[in-house]
């Protein structure tokens, strides 16, 4: 300034005597913004704790945290997510809101202006009634913005809120662990509740199924082995009874149409227990119930378990763990902690095969069968769709030589329901809309037209060989029970509940493709 005339030497040396005043503060929007908002969080977290354990500040040190994140990934996961969910509601009626005044009343006391007008004193009904009293807001939208001012009750607010369809969707490296893409929901400002975290878990449906398939493959079962479709009955547990009676099936297309009446005979056939140990070997660290219903995805799992229990598939019998940090330097560039994630060998690489090959059925003439044709998928890719009951949940998780991903779509309270379909409707075009945008991209470093490799053990022999006759002996003992009537097992319901199923309830998905 001085340089220019517009500052004289003496105003300048006088200036630059006095103190800078700093008028900084951060908008309570920066913690929204940015890469992967809901990817951080979790990021944050896992730091801190390190950094308590290790007697750094995160704050004060310096560090340099190296994580997986792909940039570009991300970007195609979020507009996916937003491509499909966008003006996705389900308003629930005064009835259905009348069942559930627990949660209303659970999600006002949660809210930040019920805990300030507590904090400065105000009693809980005064508080109460201010939730009927019409102000003005700001709340989420599918706008350019993604909010909108409006006028109405924060009872209301509530209401409109917990009406827009969420998401978690989540791609990673199978080989690796190396997460590159997290999106925990549809607007990080709005809505922060994590669907892709391990603390966040919902039922399932029809994606625990390829878990069962492959421990009966592992344990001798062909993939070409013909499967009843009839009740099953489990002493003291009652009997599962399917819409009408069909088959047999060949297991290898029983998964396909994701048939539950052929998944419940599996699970006979395997073991009850053995598959929910088989399951914690996996990784799935959530409470798993050994009930009949258990192998139709009754129980709650978090997105992330899901996808570490599937790697063993595109690894040929390696789970890999999940990893989001790669390294952590100080301000110099010390190395102070490299990460590396947990692999094991579950399955051997004939049964992983098989079960890629049976997976692949899915989207070629199963419930995914829509995938490749309506978003341009090359090459191979394999995968499952899942659905709970009254369209609370819809999953697709798939994968390719390269890359997994998995996707998760519902409203946050299970009563009000998604309704967009089952899992091949709501949840598998967004694994589709992002796969389609990496393959469009020739400099991400993304092989679409690769295929899955047949093992060198395998070489001359197909996977649909001949049943061995142990495989057949072993199930036909186990089939051999006696059947009679009983209680049937809902998947809807809470562990150890049961209650009398209508003959016409096909459960999720198995009346979706004929």
Not at 339 to 363: D, L, Q, S, Y
Not at 428 to 443: D, T, V, Y
Not at 467 to 475: F, G, K, P, T
């Amino acid at each position: 300034m001085v340089k220019n005339n517009k500052l004289s030497s003496t105003e300048a040396e006088r200036l630059k005597k006095e103190p800078i005043k700093l008028d900084f503060s951060p908008t309570s929007d920066s913690q929204h913004e940015g890469v992967a908002p809901y990817f951080r969080q979790v990021v944050e977290q896992d730091v801190k704790a390190w950094c308590k354990k290790k007697g750094y500040n995160v704050y004060k040190d310096g560090l340099k945290i190296y994580t997986t994140i792909d940039p570009t990934m991300q970007q195609y996961a979020e507009e996916a997510v937003e491509e499909q969910m966008k003006g996705k509601t389900r308003f629930a009626n005064a009835k259905k809101w009348a069942d559930h005044k627990t949660i209303l009343l659970r999600a006002m006391k949660e809210s930040d202006r019920y805990k300030k007008m507590l904090e400065e004193g105000v009693d809980e009904k005064e508080i109460a009634a201010t939730f009927n009293v019409k102000t003005k807001m700001k709340v989420f939208a599918w706008n350019s913005t993604k909010e909108k001012d409006t006028i109405m009750t924060p009872l209301d607010s509530i209401k409109y809120m917990k009406a827009f369809v969420q998401t978690g969707f989540m791609a990673m490296d199978p080989a690796t662990g190396e997460v590159k893409a997290w999106v925990g929901g549809i607007n990080h400002k709005y809505f922060q509740y994590d669907h892709v975290n391990i603390n966040t878990k919902r039922q399932v449906g029809s994606t625990i199924k390829p878990l069962l398939y492959c421990l009966a493959v592992d344990n001798g079962y062909s993939p070409c082995m013909s499967i009843p479709l009839t009740s099953v009955y489990f002493p003291g547990q009652g009997s599962y009874c399917p819409d009408k009676p069909q088959g047999p099936m060949q297991m290898k297309k029983a998964l396909a149409w994701s048939k539950n009446n052929a998944t419940v005979n599996i699970l006979k056939m395997v073991g009850i227990q053995h598959f929910v140990d088989f399951a914690k070997k996996l990784g799935i660290v959530s409470d798993l119930h050994a009930y009949p219903s258990v192998c139709l995805g009754a129980d709650a799992i978090s997105v992330i378990e899901m996808m570490r229990a599937y790697t063993m598939f595109p690894n040929y019998g390696i789970n890999t763990k999940p990893i989001y940090i790669t390294r952590i330097e100080d301000r110099n560039g010390n190395l102070l902690e490299n990460f590396v994630p947990e692999r094991k060998e579950v399955i051997n690489e004939v049964t992983a095969f098989k079960m890629i090959r049976m997976m692949m059925g899915t989207v070629l003439i199963g419930t995914g069968r829509r995938l490749k044709p309506a978003y341009g998928i090359e090459g191979e890719c394999a995968g499952k769709t899942g659905t709970t009951n009254s369209e609370a949940d819809a999953w697709f998780i798939g994968y390719t030589p390269q890359l997994m991903a998995g996707a998760w779509v519902g409203c946050d309270d299970r009563f009000i329901g998604e309704g967009l379909g089952e899992g091949a409707r709501a949840a598998m075009p967004i694994w589709g809309l992002f796969f389609k945008r990496l393959q469009a991209n020739e400099k991400i470093g993304y092989n679409a037209i690769t295929e899955f490799e047949k093992p060198a053990i395998m070489e001359g022999i197909d996977e649909c060989d001949a049943v061995d006759e142990i495989s057949l002996q072993r199930a036909a003992a186990q089939m051999n029970v006696t059947r009679g009537e009983g209680e049937d097992v809902d998947p809807d319901q809470e562990p150890g509940e049961t209650n009398k199923l209508d003959p016409a309830d096909k459960g999720p998905e198995d009346n979706d493709y004929k």
